[in-house]
C-alpha cells in the first residue's frame, strides 16, 4: 500500500449554481474523494458566473451544504467588476480571467479591461489565466512589464511551455499548470474518442507538444485536471461543449507514468501536492492521507464515475493503482469505493484562520 498525501487539484467546475445536470457540489466533490483529492479549486464559469459578493455567496452557501472534500471558489473578471473585487480577496481562491473562447460567457478581449485587473487584484493574491498562442504571449507580456505575478491554466503546446520557461529563467513570477488530459492524450486519439466527445479548450494537441510538456516537467509547477463535466448527450449532441471529467482518472494515470518511467513519485507529490498548496496559499489537512494499491491493474469505464459526466475520454485504457481510502481531518471518507462522509462535511479553505 503505498500512501500520499491529500492531492489538491486547483482547477476544477462543479457546475453549481446553474448546471447541476452536469455536476454539483456532492457528485464533483465526491468524484475528487474517489481520485484520492482532498481539495479542490472551483472555476467561476458557472449561470450565474461568480463575480460579485452576492454570487460568490451563493456558490460558498451551496458547497457549504454539499461539498465532501475540502473547497475554494474563484471570482471571474468581468468587464466592469475590476474595482469591485478586491473586496471578495480574502474569500476567494484566487481571480479566474478567461482570455480566449471557452464554456461560458466570461471572455474578456479588450486589453485595456486585462491591464485593470491586473492592477486592482492585490499582487500576492493569486490570478489565473486562461489564454492560449498569440493571447498567451500578449498576457505574459504584459504581467512581466506590469511586475503582475500570474499563473497560466492548463498549458497544452510547446510554444507556450517554451515562452513560460524562458520567463521564468529570467525570473518572472509565473507559474503554470498542465492537465491530464494534454499529458495522456493528443490529436491523433480524437477518431477514437469522437470528434464532439473530444471537444475541449485549450484542444488536446500534436504529438510534438504532449513530448514537450514531458521534457519540460521542471517548469510545470501543478498538474490540474481542468475537471469540466458536459453529460453524454451534450458531447454527442449538435453543438458539442468543450470539457472532460478528470478528477477521477488523474491520479491513475499519474501512477501509471511513474510505473512507466515517465514521472517520480517525488515529482507527482510536488504537482499535486506540495505546489498547489504553496502558489495558491492553501492551508494545512491535518492527518489526512490517500491510500493506494499501487499493484491493481484495471481499465477506466465512465459508468463507475462518481461524476454526473458519467463518461471519459480515457475509456477502456489500463491503468496501474487505485485509491483504496481517503482520511480528511482524521475521519475516513473515502473506503472501497464508497464516500463514507455527509454531504457538507467538506470546509471552506478561505474560511479556515491560520
Ligand atoms: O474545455 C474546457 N471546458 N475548457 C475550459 O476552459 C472550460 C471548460 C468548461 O467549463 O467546460
Ligand atoms: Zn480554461
Ligand atoms: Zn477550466
Not at 491510500?291 to 477502456?316: K, Q, Y
Amino acid at each position: 500500500m503505498l500512501r500520499l498525501p491529500g492531492l489538491i487539484d486547483p482547477h476544477v467546475h462543479m457546475r453549481e449554481p446553474g448546471a447541476t445536470h452536469k455536476e454539483d457540489w456532492m457528485s464533483g466533490t465526491a468524484a475528487a474523494l474517489a481520485g484520492g483529492f482532498t481539495m479542490v479549486l472551483a472555476m467561476p464559469n458557472t449561470m450565474p458566473p461568480v463575480c460579485d459578493a452576492e454570487t460568490l455567496s451563493l456558490a460558498l452557501n451551496l458547497a457549504g451544504q454539499k461539498a465532501h472534500c475540502d473547497y475554494a471558489q474563484f471570482v471571474g473578471a468581468g468587464e466592469e467588476n475590476a474595482a469591485l473585487l478586491p473586496a471578495l480577496v480574502s474569500r476567494a481562491a484566487g481571480l479566474k480571467l478567461y482570455l480566449d473562447q471557452t464554456y461560458g460567457p466570461l471572455r474578456l478581449t479588450d486589453q485595456t479591461v486585462w491591464r485593470r485587473h491586473f492592477e486592482c487584484w492585490p499582487n500576492d493574491k493569486l490570478l489565473c489565466i486562461h489564454a492560449e498562442g498569440e493571447t498567451l504571449a500578449a498576457a505574459l507580456k504584459l504581467a512581466e512589464e506590469m511586475k503582475r505575478p500570474i499563473h497560466f491554466c492548463h498549458v497544452s503546446q510547446k510554444d507556450e511551455i517554451l515562452l513560460i520557461r524562458a520567463a521564468k529563467e529570467r525570473g518572472a513570477a509565473v507559474t503554470v499548470e498542465v492537465t491530464p488530459h494534454h499529458l495522456f492524450l493528443t490529436e491523433t486519439d480524437i477518431p477514437a474518442i469522437g470528434s464532439g466527445r473530444s471537444e475541449v479548450r485549450p484542444r488536446l494537441a500534436s504529438l510534438a507538444d504532449q513530448q514537450a510538456l514531458w521534457d519540460n516537467l521542471e517548469a510545470i509547477d501543478c498538474f490540474a485536471s481542468d475537471h469540466a463535466p458536459h453529460t453524454l448527450a451534450e458531447k454527442d449532441g449538435l453543438t458539442p461543449p468543450p470539457g472532460f471529467p478528470g478528477l477521477e482518472t488523474a491520479l491513475p494515470l499519474y501512477l501509471s507514468a511513474i510505473e512507466s518511467g515517465y514521472l517520480t513519485l517525488d515529482q507527482l507529490i510536488a504537482r499535486c501536492h506540495t505546489n498547489p498548496k504553496l502558489i495558491f496559499n492553501l492551508p494545512d489537512q491535518p492527518e489526512t492521507w490517500v491510500e493506494v494499491d499501487e499493484n491493481a491493474v484495471w481499465r477506466i469505464r465512465g459508468a463507475d464515475l462518481h461524476s454526473r459526466a458519467g463518461w471519459t475520454p480515457f475509456e477502456g485504457r489500463q491503468v496501474q493503482g487505485r485509491v483504496t481510502r481517503v482520511v480528511l481531518r482524521g475521519r475516513e471518507v473515502f473506503n472501497d469505493d464508497q464516500i463514507m462522509c455527509a454531504p457538507g462535511s467538506g470546509r471552506d479553505v478561505r474560511a479556515i484562520i491560520h
